[in-house]
């Protein structure tokens, strides 16, 4: 199993038969799952689906790609039909009556350029970063058009929404640092010291994966892969080791931070990754939701956006009364139905290689989003698991990343008579910072010293897993107990505290 269990596994799990992972068989109803996935595989249309759609492979139909190119008017979408899942055709007009870019809206035709992006926010074209106000980036979106239609265009959209008070800085160029010369194949890039959320990109390129962080004056190991089993010295920091982006939050435990910087080593040698640094301070406060129905089904709903409106309602109800001793509230529930083509293609989550390739199409769906939030995907399934988390934290508020937010595989959680709130709650738990206290096989632990350990001494039956039943008393309570048998809901104070730091919430 090695140091993977901890450091991948973002997700509780149910399987409909026994699964190999980690080269053994994994029982009934017990599952975890990778946090992040790579690859560069193009959706529908040509379109790359990572972080970064390249210009040469998107070209607009019409006869602008944004207002440079008209003499008069504006560039905006033209009468031409839709088709769904094709390009959207521009031309120069007048405005059309509607709502300006970054107003709110549910269709077209609340936007005068009619280009409104499925996470409800009204857009403009472009065909570079340079046609958008610098807080923003040039991406290919889809947006609503007639009924279930949705269309492609590249529009200016945010890509990162945080609360005001939050600082952000984002370094672009390589972060290199000496190479690791303990015999591991690393690069250590450099981090500045403090408490922050690092978030690190390589846009297209290979997924890393971290092998240690430790500080550099004095040398601190924070964490290391080889130290995260029960008996070995206690990690500092567990990060989440292998994921799209990368995140390590420090501190995620009670030890505190030094000033000085940090040497984060990666596998592979990453090409010119992008580090954004998040700062700021918080304890507890008000937890919003964009929440996108991916063509599931809700129990007793008929799918109407009303009755899906009403049943987002009474899960994120059940969310706020699981997290709120950590201080959190529920805030704004934003509904963003998800149809036609796109639904029939995202609704179920296949896995190929370890990976899930049609998750990085959906994410990308969280470009256009202007408030800060977790994203929050129901769709009808996710290959035998339950939720699926981006990472643990997750990327706070930056868009458009295969982790930018929280899947969850709503109708086979409702089928196997499980509580979709609790789960929900368990997934943004792992998306605001928590691991589970320790992993299938009883080995490795999270960094919190009060969170309940569940060994192998407690592995009654002798398959080499600590399941739920054998662990009532040793973790099976805590609401981020790795099996999807499990229902508790306690969080430890230890648990409470780093919850109630994340930076997505709002004041």
């Known amino acids: 199993m090695g140091t993977k269990a901890v450091a991948i596994a973002s997700a509780i799990g149910f399987a409909a038969a026994g699964v190999a992972a980690c080269g053994r068989t994994i029982p009934v109803g017990d599952l ?113 058009a007639s009924g279930d239609i949705t269309q ?127 700062r700021g301070t918080r304890r507890g406060g008000a937890l919003d939701i964009d929440a996108f129905v991916v063509g599931a089904r809700f129990q007793g709903s008929s799918g109407s956006p009303e009755e899906d409106a009403e049943a987002l309602a009474q899960i994120f109800a059940r969310v706020e009364e699981i997290l709120g001793p950590a201080g959190i509230r529920i805030g704004e529930v934003r509904h963003h139905p998800v149809t036609g083509e796109l639904a029939e293609r995202l609704r179920i989550l296949d896995r190929e290689e370890g990976s899930f390739p049609e998750r990085r199409e959906l994410m990308r769906l969280t470009l256009g989003i202007a408030e800060p939030s977790v994203p929050v995907f129901f769709v009808r399934s996710i290959d035998q698991l339950l939720g699926l988390s981006g990472g643990v934290p997750g990327p706070w508020g930056i868009l458009g990343t295969e982790g930018s937010g929280v899947v969850m595989s709503t109708e086979v959680i409702e089928m196997s008579g499980l509580d979709l709130g609790r789960v929900a709650a368990h997934e943004i738990a792992h998306y605001l910072g928590l691991f589970h206290p320790s992993e299938l096989d009883g080995l490795e632990v999270d960094p919190l010293p009060d969170t309940p350990v569940c060994s192998l001494d407690q592995d009654a039956d002798g398959d080499g897993f600590a399941s739920a039943d054998e662990c009532a008393g040793f973790g099976a309570d805590n609401l981020m107990f790795w099996s999807g048998q499990a229902t508790g809901t306690e969080l430890t104070p230890g648990q409470q505290m780093v919850l109630s730091r994340a930076l997505v919430l709002k004041r």
């Open 32 to 144: 975890v799952a990778p946090s992040g996935d790579a690859g560069t595989d193009a959706g529908d249309g040509g379109v790359e689906t990572c972080t970064e759609a390249p210009v040469d492979v998107f070209d607009p139909l019409g006869t602008c790609a944004r207002d440079e190119d008209c003499e008069a008017g504006i560039c905006r979408r033209d009468a031409t039909p839709p088709e769904d899942g094709s390009v959207v055709t521009l031309a120069c007009n007048p405005p059309a009556a509607g709502m300006p870019e970054g107003a709110t809206c549910a269709s077209d035709t609340d936007c005068g350029r009619g280009l409104c992006v499925v996470a409800g926010r009204c857009v403009a074209p472009c065909r570079d970063r340079e046609d958008c106000p610098s807080s923003e980036s040039c991406e290919v979106v889809r947006v609503r």
């Open 152 to 278: 492609q265009v590249r529009a200016c959209v945010p890509r990162i929404a945080l609360p005001a008070d939050i600082a952000i800085d984002v370094e672009d160029d390589s972060l290199l640092a000496e190479t690791a010369e303990d015999g591991t194949i690393a690069t250590d890039v450099a981090l500045p010291g403090g408490a922050a959320l690092f978030v690190l990109e390589t846009g297209c390129a290979e997924a890393l994966r971290a092998v240690r962080l430790r500080s550099m004056m004095p040398e601190l190991v924070y964490f290391d892969g080889d130290e995260l089993r029960v008996g070995a010295p206690a990690p500092r920091n567990t990060i989440n080791a292998e994921a799209r982006p990368l995140t390590a939050w420090i501190p995620n435990g009670p030890t505190a931070p030094t000033a000085e910087s940090y040497l984060l080593g990666v596998a592979p040698r990453p090409v010119t990754p992008t580090l954004t640094t998040l």
